[in-house]
């Protein structure tokens, strides 16, 4: 009996061995995955971590304290830039890419902070739609899908793409575009609707605008009291303009066929203008008009988003990476990597790797 009893309790201590080693070396495996992913800049290191955060779940940033963005996700969206990039002939468009290079090794970690940093965005997106009460369902992405599909081809065909592409499936598709995007343009709507209100102090004071000029007032003069924007301080000067330099809003008035109207005011997207034009000329048969505007600006969509990513708490441990709070956005925490990626958006004309 007591022999049997022993044997029992042998058992258990080996069972309980085992387990006891296994947690050791999981928590083993995933302290040197910490260390690799938020201790390390180097290559090799970053690479280990990567695979080990295949499986396990360490945050490249979190969001409101509970929402997070996982490395595994990012290193995926990384994967498939980088397939994306494979699978085009950008030659053909006379562009180059290479991501080999000791330069091509920096823009795809650019590539990286973009990513992040939309994935982050998507987040916050999300938990502010959700706060006014947006909801996004499964049919209104299997709507949108439906009607991508229509528009592009037969499901066979898109499927091929984005496999080819991407290395999407059509599940993928629907979880990495098109629900971030029916959270924006949901979130968009609902904010329209209730900055609409807010813009009817924009409205007043361009109308009040309008009733100096009508008075006789000077249209510089007017400017100082009442635009807003860079152009205030050149008495509303413009510079130069050709069609297709305009707001698509102001495109017709200024080209078009019935002429400016003295004094009117247009609503665009930005704001309420009063435009003035000083001068024509036409350049290769195309009509160039020298302009000056009053212009009160509206809260934008643009404004208020960034407005609420700015009060947002987000933090991000990665090594390589920070969240800047004054921009509201993911930057590098490195001072020469952000410097080598404004130098490279100055000089990114014909580099598909900085352009798309």
């Known amino acids: ?16 061995t085992l387990v006891y080693g296994f947690l050791i070396l999981v928590i083993f495996i995933l302290g040197v995955g910490g260390v690799l992913a938020y201790g390390t800049r180097s290559e090799i290191g970053s690479k280990i971590a990567a695979k080990i955060a295949v499986v396990a779940p360490f945050p490249a940033a979190i969001v409101d304290w509970r929402h997070i963005v996982y490395i595994r996700d990012v290193e995926d969206n990384m994967a498939t830039i980088e397939r ?23 823009r795809l970690r650019i590539k990286e902070r973009e990513i992040m940093d939309k994935m ?61 995007g029916l959270y924006m343009e949901k979130l968009m709507q609902k904010v329209a609707v209730e900055s609409e209100k807010d813009n009817t102090k924009a409205k007043n004071k361009i109308t009040e605008a309008q009733k100096q000029l009508e008075n ?21 000067e413009l510079g130069w303009a050709k069609k297709d330099q305009v707001l698509p809003e102001l495109q017709e008035a200024l080209f078009g ?21 000083e001068s024509r000329k036409k350049e290769e048969n195309e009509d160039v008009l020298q302009l000056r505007q009053i ?17 947002m708490r987000v933090m991000v441990p990665l090594s390589d990476f920070t969240w800047n709070a004054q921009d509201a956005k993911v930057d590098f925490r ?23």
């Open 1 to 16: 009996m007591k022999k049997q009893i022993a044997q029992q309790d042998e058992k258990k201590i080996k069972v309980s």
């Open 84 to 106: 994306f990039y494979q699978s085009q002939d950008f030659a053909k468009e006379g562009l180059r890419i290479d991501f080999t290079t000791e330069n091509g090794k920096k």
């Open 120 to 180: 982050v965005e998507d987040k916050i997106v999300e938990i502010l739609a959700k706060q006014k009460d947006v909801i996004v369902s499964s049919a209104d992405v299997d709507n949108v899908v439906d009607k991508k599909l229509n528009e592009f081809g037969t499901t066979e065909d898109v499927k091929s793409d984005l496999l080819k592409s991407y290395g999407w499936s059509i599940a993928d598709f629907k979880q990495h575009v098109v629900l971030p």
């Open 216 to 236: 006789g007032k000077d249209f510089a003069e007017v400017v100082r009291s009442y635009s807003e924007g860079s152009s205030k301080d050149k008495d509303g």
């Open 257 to 277: 066929n019935d002429g400016l109207k003295k004094n009117a005011i247009i609503e665009s997207s930005i704001g309420f203008h009063i435009m003035e034009i």
């Open 295 to 311: 212009f009160v600006a509206k809260n934008t969509f643009t404004d208020w988003l960034q407005s609420q990513k700015k009060q």
């Open 334 to 356: 490195d001072s020469a990597m952000r410097i080598f990626e404004t130098q490279e958006r100055a000089k990114a004309q014909g580099d598909a790797s900085i352009t798309f």
